[in-house]
C-alpha cells in the first residue's frame, strides 16, 4: 500500500485498503496504514476522504498521533477549495485539539501556520505562530519560513511585514537559507508595501529593534492573541504610533512609540526613492538603465540602501513610495546582484527557482532577461526547461514571436530541449495564419500531439486580430486532432461570433469582402459547435473514489 503511494497510484491504494484488506481478507488496520493514506489524500487534495479515514480511525478505536494531525492539517491546506471547504476543516480541527488538549509539536505548527496561509486567513496564521512560541518552541529558520509563506497571502502590505520578519530572524541570529530567500523573493514578486507612511516608519530604521532593550516607550506582550498579532505586522491604519515586532522565544513585543525623527512627507506616493538634497530617483531611473552605470534589472545606482542589511545605511534617504511593482521593490533590497551578494554572505546557494523569481521581478524587457541569463551561468546554475519557457512566455506577451523563438535556440545550445509547454507558449504570440499553422507542424514533427492549450493560445491569438479565417482553420485542425474544446475555447469563439455579428450589420453585402468572412466564420462555427464533444471538466475527486459507496459526514 505504500508503495502504491509512493508511485501516485493512490486510488489503487485505497482499494487495496478498502476492498481487499477490510473486505476480503478482514484484517485490522492499524495506525500506520491509516497514516499513510490520510497523508496520502491530503497531498492529492482529497480532503474529504482524509477525514473519512480519520473518522474510520477513531471508530476503530486507534489513537491518531502527531503524524496523524499534521497530515489533516495538510489536508486542509491542500483542498481544492481553501477558502471554503480547507478553512472551514481546519478550524474545526482546531477546535477538537484545543477541546482534547492535545499538544501538537513543532513541525505540526509550522503546517498549521502554512495551512492557514493557504486557506487565506492570515490572522490565525499569525496567531498560531505566537502560540508555537508560547508553547514552548523555540523559532528555527523553518518556523520564520512559514511565517514567511503568511506574508506572502497579504498581497497588500506582505513585502513590508516580509521586511520586518527578515530583521526578526537577523535579530534571533539565525541563518537564511535558500528557502528563505526565495521566499522573501516571491513576496517581492506578488505583494506590495501596504501603508505608505506606516512603510516609512518601520522599514527606514537603521537597525532592527532589539526586543525589549531597544524600546523607548511601553511594551504590550502578545501571546496567541491574533488581533493584535495581525496588527503588529499589518500595522494599525488608524493609529501608526506602532514601530516594529520584535520576539524572543517566549513572546512577541510591540513597541509603541516610534523614533520622532522619522521625517514624514506629503510627497511619498509618487517616486520610488527621494534623496536629501539630490535630484529624485524613480524606479524607472533606477531600474532601466539609465545614465550613472545602472544596469537593468540586475543592480540599482550606488548609494542606495539594501534593506537586508542588518544596518542599512539610510543617510541620503528620505522617503520611500508605494513601488507597486515587482521590480521596485526588487531594487529596494539590492536588485539580483545586491540578493546574490546576501546569499554568498549567509552561504546560501542560489537554486533554478531563485532565479526563477527574479526572472518574475526584473523589468519587462529583453535587455534584464539577458543580464539575468548571464548572471545565472556566472553563478553556475544550471537552468531547466520551466526557467527558459517562462521567458518565452514574458517575450510573448510582448508580442515578440521572433526574440521567443531565439530563446529556443539558447535552450539547445545547452543541451534542453523544447517541450509542449514551450510551445504553447510560443503559440501565444501566433497572430498570423502562417504563423499558427506552422507552429502546429513544428509541434508534430517533434513529436508532439498538439493538446487544448495549445489550441487554446491559438484561439485566443486569431480572435484578438479578428483573423475569423485563421480561426476556421484552427476549428478544423482541432476536428482532425480530435481536441475536445473546454468552456475557455467555446467562451474565446462565442465572443468572436458575437463580435462578427455586431460589425456584421454594419457592412455592405455586395461590397466589403470582410462580411463574407464574417459570416463564413458564423456559419461554420455553429456546424462545428453541432459535431464536436465538449470537454467537460472533472470533479478533483471523482479521479480518487473506489466503488459508489456513500461517505459519511463525519467530519470533527
Not at 506582550?221 to 516594529?244: W, Y
Request: proline share 4%.
Amino acid at each position: 500500500m505504500k508503495k502504491l503511494v509512493k508511485n501516485g497510484q493512490l486510488k489503487e491504494a485505497l482499494e487495496m485498503f478498502e476492498v481487499r484488506m477490510l473486505k476480503e481478507d478482514k484484517v485490522h488496520p492499524d495506525e500506520f496504514n491509516y497514516n499513510v493514506l490520510i497523508g496520502a489524500c491530503g497531498r492529492a487534495g482529497y480532503t474529504k476522504k482524509a477525514f473519512k479515514l480519520y473518522n474510520d480511525m477513531k471508530r476503530r478505536g486507534l489513537k491518531p498521533s502527531d503524524v496523524t494531525y499534521t497530515a489533516l492539517i495538510n489536508a486542509c491546506a491542500e483542498s481544492p477549495w481553501p477558502t471554503t471547504d480547507g478553512l472551514t476543516r481546519l478550524n474545526k480541527l482546531k477546535e477538537l485539539l484545543q477541546a482534547k488538549t492535545i499538544r501538537l509539536n513543532a513541525i505540526s505548527y509550522r503546517a498549521m501556520i502554512k495551512a492557514y496561509t493557504k486557506c487565506g486567513d492570515i490572522l490565525l496564521a499569525f496567531a498560531t505562530f505566537d502560540e508555537m512560541i508560547s508553547a514552548g518552541y523555540s523559532p528555527s529558520v523553518d518556523s520564520f519560513n512559514v511565517l514567511l509563506m503568511a506574508c506572502i497571502g497579504e498581497k497588500d502590505a506582505g513585502f513590508r511585514m516580509a521586511i520586518q520578519v527578515w530583521r526578526q530572524m537577523l535579530t534571533n541570529n539565525i541563518q537564511p537559507t535558500t528557502i528563505t530567500y526565495n521566499l522573501l523573493l516571491r513576496a517581492a514578486r506578488d505583494c506590495g508595501i501596504g501603508d505608505v507612511k506606516l512603510a516609512n516608519q518601520l522599514l527606514l530604521q537603521s537597525s532592527p529593534v532589539q526586543g525589549r532593550e531597544r524600546r523607548k516607550g511601553k511594551v504590550k506582550a502578545i501571546s496567541g492573541k491574533s488581533k493584535d498579532t495581525k496588527q503588529a505586522l499589518l500595522g494599525d491604519q488608524e493609529n501608526t504610533e506602532i514601530n516594529n515586532v520584535a520576539m524572543d522565544t517566549n513572546t512577541m513585543v510591540i513597541p509603541e512609540v516610534i523614533d520622532a525623527n522619522v521625517n514624514e512627507t506629503d510627497d511619498v506616493t509618487k517616486q520610488w526613492w527621494q534623496r536629501r538634497n539630490v535630484a529624485m530617483v524613480t524606479s524607472d531611473a533606477a531600474l532601466q538603465g539609465h545614465s550613472g552605470g545602472v544596469l537593468t534589472g540586475i543592480a540599482v545606482p550606488p548609494g542606495l540602501p539594501n534593506l537586508l542589511d542588518r544596518t542599512p545605511k539610510l543617510d541620503n534617504v528620505a522617503t520611500l513610495s508605494e513601488c507597486i511593482s515587482p521590480d521596485a521593490r526588487l531594487g529596494l533590497i539590492g536588485g539580483v546582484r545586491g540578493v546574490l551578494s546576501k546569499m554568498k554572505e549567509h552561504s546560501a546557494k542560489p537554486n533554478i527557482k531563485t532565479y526563477a523569481m527574479f526572472l518574475e521581478s526584473v523589468p519587462m524587457n529583453s535587455k534584464a532577461e539577458s543580464e539575468l541569463m548571464v548572471a545565472m551561468d556566472t553563478e553556475g546554475t544550471k537552468g531547466d526547461v520551466s526557467f527558459y519557457n517562462a521567458i518565452i512566455r514574458r517575450r510573448t506577451k510582448r508580442h515578440d514571436l521572433k526574440a521567443a523563438k531565439s530563446v529556443v535556440s539558447i535552450m539547445n545550445s545547452k543541451g534542453l530541449y523544447p517541450d509542449l509547454r514551450t510551445y504553447v507558449n510560443l503559440a501565444c504570440a501566433c497572430y498570423k495564419q502562417e504563423e499558427g499553422l506552422q507552429l502546429l507542424t513544428e509541434v508534430k514533427a517533434a513529436g508532439f500531439v498538439p493538446n487544448l492549450h495549445m489550441y487554446g493560445a491559438l484561439v485566443s491569438a486569431a480572435r484578438k486580430h479578428k483573423d475569423y479565417q485563421y480561426l476556421i482553420e484552427i476549428m478544423k485542425k482541432m476536428k482532425s486532432d480530435k481536441i475536445k474544446p473546454n468552456d475557455v475555447i467555446i467562451q474565446q469563439l462565442e465572443r468572436a461570433a458575437a463580435f462578427a455579428t455586431n460589425i456584421g450589420k454594419g457592412y455592405k453585402r455586395k461590397v466589403d469582402p470582410q462580411f463574407a468572412k464574417i459570416q463564413g466564420f458564423r456559419g461554420y462555427y455553429s456546424q462545428w459547435l453541432e459535431e464536436m464533444e465538449i470537454e467537460v471538466e472533472e470533479h478533483p475527486w471523482e479521479k480518487f473514489k473506489v466503488g459508489k459507496s456513500m461517505e459519511r459526514k463525519e467530519d470533527p
